[in-house]
């Protein structure tokens, strides 16, 4: 490990005299977690900037990761975006890079204050995605300031954010070994931590990520654990897979909760400040597609979990998905917001997900606001599986995506392109939404990809209207029986089908292939829709159609929610970059900003000496940067 403390003119002063933590705290707002606050809001009440003065804004600074010099000199170390948020206290900035560095940047400036290298990168190339980081987390406390950070290499460090310091009271020398203490032994390559944590009064909790891609049935279990914030002592530990003598053990029949994993928090969580509730989304068990080798309902896969963030001990909960085998995690830290429905006051928790549903309930008792019907849904035909009679159906509010293939939902822009669309689904099993994975391959809609995914939703808590990306993702799941020599499954997903393309390579099914949608969740009904971006329309035109106007097309950063405007980044390798504004109201574009990269992460704002800026990551390989935004000073 290492540590920089890079010192300009201005810093240089600030050290001399003792205080380079107080730089500019008179007008500095902060974000002070990757959601904003632990309620994962993704709002600011910031309204400097707004509809009238969006074109004028200028980039303010840019800052370029450490990463990208490492990058260059060993190409093996590539990460596949930079998918950070920034977090901000007292006029710093923190952020995490895609190879498990920490650094400390001004906020007025851009300028690089101290950088910590982890060194987690030197393990090697991590599980699932790679190189891959999204954001750490803040504590304070009577004067004491600590940088969270866990690591691809599965360990959790404390730094002392005045200096990035490791913290010597904290685990070994500042560090704790999250490989350690899950009850099982482990092999700690399958086992690593994305996302940043969250921390409740004087508990961090941490999640993880597992390989998705196992040859056996053990792996390691997703447990959730909560970290003395002081000295870094485990204090309990949630287990996401319920164990021998526990409420719900039944559901992992022939004792597959023994050897079952994953079923791991990967994504960020939420907290309730009031109550010390925290908000588990939690994912797939091992593996993804079959579960012959875990029959049951398998509690508690792809559920919402409240925990008590002081004693980790279950308040309440709800299973999304029974026996997953659609890859349907929850992929985003819940929304909570507070509601009146029908009259009634409501503590509300808002979880959207990769199906393309809203999932609304009371927070504090865990009842749903709105019914969630249990629906009968087609069973497999693979040898040995057994699916779910059933899966809950959100009543209210209405699915934001398309779910599902059928006649209804296939491209139609001219009959010889409809007929072209119902030649590719015939080729493979599909239907309604919960179709299973078959040995023929079946189509899944939305796929993996969401729906929803991880960069979630925000939600304005003085509407309680919530605003959601999304995409239309439709893909194929076909079984092949597994070779003995190769893998304990007796079924595994065959790497010949994935993406699902339409006719004349246009997408299978209908726009919009990207959206934004607002939904009031206090009536439960959608407000408006918009296509987000418009990256296939030349490619529809091109085809032979008459101009279809915007369709989408672009998958969306995740979503920055102000007092004045709803912003969001677009532009993937092959499109133009920019920041997008639109009007909470209607959804409107009300400008367009270039940027000098491709959002990879999910915007932030804050004003620091009397000026709003808007910070975003961008890049991918050895272009990771933060760019700021902010109107030209006066």
């Known amino acids: 490990m290492g540590i920089r403390l890079l010192r300009t003119d201005a810093f240089t002063r600030l050290v001399l005299i003792g205080c380079l933590w107080a730089t500019s705290t008179a007008n500095a707002t902060e974000w002070s977690s990757y959601g904003g606050d632990l309620k994962s809001s993704k709002y600011s009440n910031l309204s400097q900037i707004d509809a009238d003065n969006f074109a004028d804004l200028k980039i303010a600074w840019v800052w370029e990761s450490p990463d990208n010099a490492m990058v260059r000199s060993d190409r093996k170390l590539t990460p596949i975006g930079y998918k950070i948020t920034p977090v901000i206290v007292d006029g710093v900035l923190y952020v995490s890079t895609s190879l498990g560095q920490v650094v ?124 003395d914030i002081r000295s870094g002592e485990q204090r309990w530990m949630f287990h996401t897979i319920a164990q021998k003598g526990e409420a719900g053990v039944e559901t992992w029949e022939d004792n597959s909760w023994a050897y079952t994993g994953n079923t791991n928090v990967w994504t960020l969580m939420s907290a309730d400040p009031e109550t010390g509730y925290v908000y588990l989304p939690i994912g797939t068990p091992t593996n993804d597609w079959y579960g012959g080798h875990r029959k049951g309902d398998n509690l508690y896969a792809e559920s919402l979990v409240c925990i008590d963030a002081a004693t980790g001990e279950r308040v309440w909960h709800f299973q999304m998905v029974h026996h997953g085998l659609w890859d349907y995690d929850l992929p985003a830290a819940p929304n909570l917001v507070d509601i009146v429905v029908d009259g009634k006051a409501i503590k509300a928790v808002a979880q959207v997900s990769k199906q393309g549903y809203v999932y609304v309930f009371d927070r504090i008792s865990g009842e749903p606001v709105w019914p969630i019907e249990e629906q009968p849904v087609p069973q497999s035909t693979v040898p040995g599986e057994r699916t779910s009679a059933t899966q809950p159906h959100p009543m209210r509010p209405a699915p934001f995506e398309q779910q599902g293939i059928s006649d209804d939902t296939l491209i139609d822009y001219t ?187 999910t915007p932030m704002t804050y004003v620091q000496d009397g000026r709003q800026f808007v910070v975003l990551a961008t890049g991918y390989a050895d272009q990771a940067r933060l760019v700021a935004v902010a109107l030209p000073a006066e």
Do not use: C
Not at 112 to 139: C, M, Y
Not at 158 to 165: P, Y
Not at 203 to 225: A, F, L, N, Q
Not at 569 to 587: F, I, N, V, W
């Open 104 to 227: 400390a940047i001004d906020a007025s400036t851009g300028q690089q204050i101290w950088q910590f290298d982890s060194e987690s990168w030197k393990a090697g190339r991590p599980t699932n995605l790679g190189f891959n980081h999204r954001g750490v987390a803040l504590w304070t406390h009577e004067g004491a300031k600590r940088v969270l950070m866990p690591t691809n290499d599965a360990r959790l460090w404390s730094l002392d954010a005045r200096t990035g310091e490791p913290d010597p009271a904290f685990g070994e020398n500042g560090v704790v070994d999250l490989a350690q203490g899950l009850g099982r032994e482990i092999d700690r390559k399958d086992y690593s931590v994305i996302s940043a944590p969250t921390v409740v009064n004087d508990t961090v909790i941490v999640g993880s990520s597992i390989m998705d891609g196992p040859r056996r049935k053990e792996m390691p279990p997703g447990h959730v654990r909560g970290f």
């Open 415 to 601: 009959p010889e392109l409809r007929k072209a669309a119902l030649e590719i689904v015939a080729q493979y099993d599909h239907g309604p939404l919960f179709t299973p994975p078959s040995l023929r391959g079946t189509v899944n809609l939305p796929g993996w990809g969401g729906g929803a995914n991880w960069t979630g939703a925000a939600v304005d808590p003085d509407t309680g209207v919530i605003y959601i990306p999304s995409v239309s993702s439709p893909m194929v799941v076909k079984l092949d029986k597994g070779n003995p020599k190769k893998t304990e499954f007796d079924y595994v997903r065959s790497r010949a089908v994935n993406a699902l393309n339409g006719p004349a390579g246009l997408p299978l099914v209908k726009p919009p292939y990207s959206r934004v949608t607002a939904i009031d969740l206090n009536t439960g009904d959608h407000l408006w829709m918009v296509p987000f971006g418009d990256g296939l329309r030349q490619k529809v035109i091109a085809a032979g159609v008459k101009d279809p106007g915007p369709v989408g097309g672009v998958r969306p950063s995740g979503p920055l929610l102000t007092r004045t405007l709803l912003m969001i980044g677009e532009g993937g390798r092959s499109e133009t970059p920019l920041l997008r504004a639109y009007d909470k109201d209607t959804g409107a574009v009300v400008g367009e900003l270039p940027l000098p990269g491709p959002p990879t992460g």
